[in-house]
């Protein structure tokens, strides 16, 4: 699959390497942002498995769900109600649990990523980037887990973990606004989208054109994403607090 959808992609327009950093976000993205919010919203580390681990494609070509076998092994503290469980592991203390989850994750993940670095000639610590950039924004588009410090010590354990490949963690922070404290992330990597050609502005929908009337490009930037480690960080921070504004203006909408 990932080979077609890697030449679908580049048929496309899409840049080669860019291609393998979608696909890498896509795919392996999918698993480490599930282990991130598993994990923050149960107490539980999932070990995921290259056998019994599947993705979903949506209909647009990209993942956007996991699937597991009916046994899925998980490590918790011994305060867990899990704890004791058949095919439930207790270890005593969150780096311990760290180190089993980032193990399991990138036992299942590294066979996409090794192919993506030869199909699409990425560099593989940029891909590995997009596994550790997924954990980091686990949690930011959402409001059912609350942004804690203790959450976040969490994810930064994940992130800090011995066994992880990549080499520069994303930044992971909570903030305080008006609305209560949120999520941001700052990227550790890039996933090489301002490489794409350029968007015809006719094109752009209606979110998109607001950004760019909010955040104009009139110093000759590539056009980043708005998480890009090529964003200063209080830039990226503005960025991502009009977004959540925006869409929770747009979901009060249609509730009416």
């Not at 606004?177 to 550790?188: F, L, M, Y």
């Not at 752009?204 to 054109?209: C, I, M, R, T, V």
Request: proline share 7%; with cysteine.
């Amino acid at each position: 699959m990932l080979p077609s959808q890697a030449e679908q992609l580049v048929a496309d327009g899409t840049p080669r390497p860019a291609a393998g950093m979608y696909l890498a976000g896509w795919y392996a993205g999918t698993a480490a942002e599930f282990v991130g919010l598993s994990l923050l919203g149960s107490g539980a580390g999932y070990l995921l498995a290259p056998v019994s681990t599947r993705w979903w494609r949506n209909p647009d070509g990209y993942a956007d769900a996991l699937d597991f076998a009916d046994v899925t092994r998980v490590v918790v503290l011994p305060d867990h109600p899990w704890s004791g469980q058949p095919d439930t592991h207790t270890v005593t203390t969150r780096a311990e649990q760290a180190e089993f989850v980032v193990t399991a994750l990138v036992e299942t993940v590294a066979p996409a990523i090794d192919a993506l670095q030869r199909l699409t000639r990425a560099g593989r610590a940029g891909l590995w980037h997009q596994v550790a950039d997924a954990i980091g924004a686990a949690l930011v588009d959402q409001d059912a887990v609350p942004a804690t410090p203790e959450a976040v010590d969490l994810l930064r354990g994940l992130l800090a973990a011995d066994a992880r490949p990549w080499k520069r963690p994303p930044r992971v922070e909570v903030l305080a606004t008006g609305g209560g404290p949120v999520w941001v992330t700052h990227r550790g990597g890039c996933c090489m989208a301002f490489t794409e050609p350029a968007a015809d502005d006719l094109d752009l929908d209606d979110y998109d054109a607001a950004f760019q009337q909010a955040f104009p490009r009139t110093d000759g930037r590539p056009d980043y994403c708005l998480t890009c480690k090529f964003r200063p960080f209080a830039e990226s921070v503005r960025m991502q607090l009009w977004r959540r504004e925006r869409l929770a203006n747009e979901r009060s909408a249609q509730a009416g």
